[in-house]
Structure formats: C-alpha cells, structure tokens
C-alpha cells in the first residue's frame, strides 16, 4: 500500500510542478472540458464521485471502487445546440470493471467533429472541403485500500486534425484522482464520499511544442442516502480550478431516484465565462432492469464557443 500511494503522490506532485511553468499559456483540445456524462450534466457538472458510474474515467476514476455494481458500460452524446446540426458534439463510450472490490481497471474514448468549411484556392475557387475532429482515447486503474480509501490513475492519448492537410496535434496527458468514503451514522446505508483529481496533466502537445493542456484540479462530494429501497436522494458538490488560462468553476446538484425506476435531477453551475459561466441543468432518466437512460438539458452560460451554447445531453449505460 505505501509503494502505490507513494506513486499516487509522485504523479500528482510531478503534474503540480507542470502545471505551474504553464499557467501563462493558452491551453488546447477545449472538449476535455465539455460535458461528459448525462448524469453529471444534469447536475450541471456536480456528481463526479457518485458511485456506479460507466464514465467514471472522463470524472474521477477512484469512484469506481465501493459501487454497487462489479461492471458498467455507457455511450454519451451531446452537448447538442438547439439545432442539431451535429458540429461540435462529442460522442464517447466508456466502461469499468470491478475485478475483486478492490482493483479495477477502466477504459474510455471521445470524439468530436468539428463544424466543415470549405477551403478556397488563390483564385477564390473551391479547392476542398475542412473536416476537423479531436479524439481522446483513455485507459484507467483504480486500487482500494480497506473499505474507505481508493486511488487512480488514468492514461489518456490526444489527438486533433484541423482537416488542412497539415501534421495533426498529438499529446498523452495523464489524471490522478482520490475518493474518501464512510458511512453515515444516522441512517443504514447512508455513505458519504470526498475526492479529490488532478486532470490532464500532460506534455505540450507537438509539433507546435507552444500549446498546453487545460490542467485542473477538482474537489469533490457527495452524500448518498437511501430512505427505502425504492427511494434514493444523491447531493453533490465540486469546486475546481483550472492552471492554464486561470479560471474557477463550482456546481452543486442533487439526484432523485423515485419508485426505484425514475430520476430526476437538478443542479447549478457557478464561474468565471472561461469556464461556461453561471448556469442552471436539469435532468431526468430511467432505469429497467441493468440498463440506465439518461438525458439533460442546461439553461443559460456563455453564449458563444463551444461549450455555452450547447444544451441537450444523452446517455444509455448497462450496469452489472
């Protein structure tokens, strides 16, 4: 346990000392900072260590240890904008494995297309078509340590084509995260958890060795209390801060799961315009049987770039 947690504490003191030679820098591949999830996005970015999450890679990857569940899959789209026009949209699948309660290992991939344009020749005639897309492709190890602490690490591959012809971007960024978790004493089942993540910690990405990453460091928690098997209330709470450009963002949200097959959910988002701005989220889903539905819908941010004008999310995720 010593030699793992002081690996733990290596990689997250290392991504520190990155983080502070690039704060003055602008940061690229922004849709590491897009919604992610239908669950959290209906919390408006609350909900990062709620337990039995399929995308726990792209949030916080110790939460996967001390779920109800041994395994989860999922595939995420959105944020779609108003029109459905499909730019800009990520659509992700991920998944995790709890091996033995106490290793797991999880896995992941994003991609977004961006909006094409066309390209024009020194003559002002059409001379092709630009077709941009970023790709992230992600694997993951969680490690628990009694019943109350757990640790992860997760690898992460970059990659961004602007559709030109030229050499794309291409980086490995890296995250460290922690989850804290112990019983509630007034109430039989009741759990409540803290976390903490160091996300994207990473190289500059080449050839152009001038842009970084959007390096971040997020405190999380969440109280999960059962009234009845049938009737689940979830509170959550993250605040983090963004190195590279400097910007702070806190969500709080709360998840209803009534009859034990309805949900709903509801949260507020909190921060500066680099980081979406103030806005509210709702959402709601179902659950038959192992598999979960869940859609989200975001009122208000930033308006311009992405991702503040974007608002309908969508996930479908299978938990064993």
């Known amino acids: 346990m010593q030699k793992t947690v002081t690996i733990f504490l290596s ?3 290392l991504g520190i000392c990155h983080t502070v030679t690039a704060r003055s820098g602008s940061y690229a591949m922004p849709f590491l900072l897009m919604d992610a999830d239908a669950r ?15 995308s726990a890679i792209w949030h916080n990857a110790a939460s996967v240890i001390g779920g109800g569940r041994s395994a989860g899959a999922g595939l995420f789209s959105g944020p779609w904008n108003t029109d459905f026009d499909g730019a800009d949209v990520m659509h992700g699948a991920a998944g995790y494995w709890n091996i033995d ?3 797991a290992i999880l896995a992941g991939a994003r991609y977004v297309a961006g909006a094409k344009s066309v390209l024009m020749d020194s003559y ?3 001379a092709g078509t630009a077709c941009p897309y970023d790709l992230a492709v992600e694997t993951g ?3 628990g340590f009694g019943r109350h602490f757990s640790v992860a690490l997760t690898a992460r591959y970059l990659h961004s084509d602007f559709g030109l012809g030229t050499d794309p971007l291409r980086g490995v960024s890296f995250d460290a995260a922690a989850v804290y978790r112990h019983a509630v004493a007034f109430r039989d089942g009741a759990q409540w958890s803290v976390g903490l993540r160091f996300a994207d910690l990473g190289t500059l990405l080449q050839p152009s060795g001038r842009s970084c990453l959007p390096m971040r460091c997020i ?3 969440c109280v999960n209390l059962p009234f009845s098997p049938r009737h689940v209330l979830n ?3 993250d605040a983090g801060y963004r ?6 963002e806190a969500a709080a949200g709360a998840e209803y799961v009534f009859l034990k097959h309805g949900i709903v959910r509801a949260g507020y988002h909190l921060g500066h315009a680099l980081a979406a701005g103030n806005y509210a989220a709702v959402g709601c889903g179902f659950t038959a049987g192992p598999v979960r539905c869940n859609a989200s819908w975001r009122f208000g941010g930033v308006k311009s770039g992405p991702p503040g004008n974007y608002a309908f999310c969508f996930s479908l995720e299978l938990l064993l």
């Not at 959290?40 to 399929?54: E, R, Y």
């Not at 190195?243 to 702070?248: D, I, V």
């Open 101 to 103: 309660g106490r290793n």
């Open 219 to 221: 405190a999380s928690g």
């Open 243 to 248: 190195f590279s450009p400097s910007a702070f």
């Open 11 to 13: 990689v997250m003191l």
């Open 235 to 237: 509170l959550a709470a």
């Open 141 to 143: 190890y969680a490690r």
């Open 40 to 54: 959290t996005a209906g919390m408006a970015g609350a909900g990062a260590i709620l337990p039995d999450s399929p």
């Open 124 to 126: 002002g005639f059409p």
